[in-house]
């Protein structure tokens, strides 16, 4: 089937400016992720959905960041005020069960000018 | 703490020349151990889940083996589209529900 879609694929915003990134997750995961991938650095989670379960936002930079989830569809990740510092690939990813592996989007670019 | 180091962090080998990548981990238990290549401009693509010592798993030129400390992702006869950056992560209980990753061998096979 289809796999994790991630929208835009880029995205350029000035400094201050408030962004949304999307993400369509496999259909039937119950779990979702978002990371942030700073350019040669490692996975950095940000925030993880499950269900209707309370997110685990505790990986959330600052209270610029926030992140929705409705039902086990779709999500979207809201920077506002971005900092040149939020420039990053931020990747969603999504899981069936308990112990299964993450598959992964190819990511939103954004780049705070 | 809980870490995830993968070494190197940059190989180049020629074409058939075989090698290995190796993640260590110092977690207190392993949900699973899950390898990942990820090439420029897309996001990590899953090759393997390891769950206990002693596994192993394969496909293709890659074989992942897993102790009570450290994983390898052994590479035979490694071929110029095997080039990527390989990711491991883990997964450990009571910490609900991240994975740890590491940050990653680059791997470049020349012709």
């Known amino acids: 089937g289809a796999g994790v879609s991630q929208s835009p694929s880029n995205k350029v915003t000035e400094k201050g400016k408030d962004v949304e990134l999307r993400c369509d997750p496999i259909?039937?995961?119950?779990?979702l992720y978002w990371y942030r991938q700073r350019l040669g650095q490692g996975l950095e989670f940000l925030i993880y959905f499950q269900g209707n379960s309370a997110p685990d936002k505790s990986g959330l930079p600052s209270d610029r960041f926030s992140a929705e989830r409705t039902g086990e569809s779709v999500s979207t990740l809201t920077i506002q005020r971005t900092q040149q510092e939020d420039s990053a690939v931020y990747l969603c990813a999504s899981r069936r069960v308990y112990n299964s592996p993450l598959h992964f989007g190819n990511g939103t670019r954004l780049t705070v000018t | 703490e809980d870490q995830v180091t993968q070494s190197p962090e940059a190989l180049r080998l020629q074409e058939g020349e075989s090698s290995s990548l190796n993640c260590s981990y110092t977690v207190s238990g392993l949900r699973g151990l899950f390898w990942y290549r990820q090439d420029p401009g897309k996001g990590p693509e899953f090759l393997f889940t390891?769950?206990?010592a002693g596994e192993e798993k394969e496909k293709e030129r890659l074989k992942a083996t897993l102790t009570k400390k450290e994983s390898f992702l052994h590479i035979t006869a490694p071929k110029p589209e095997d080039s990527a950056t390989y990711l491991c992560a883990v997964q450990v209980p009571n910490t609900g529900n991240q994975f740890y990753f590491g940050t990653g061998t680059s791997l470049t096979v020349i012709p």
């Open positions: 390891l769950y206990s």
């Open positions: 259909s039937g995961h119950t779990a």
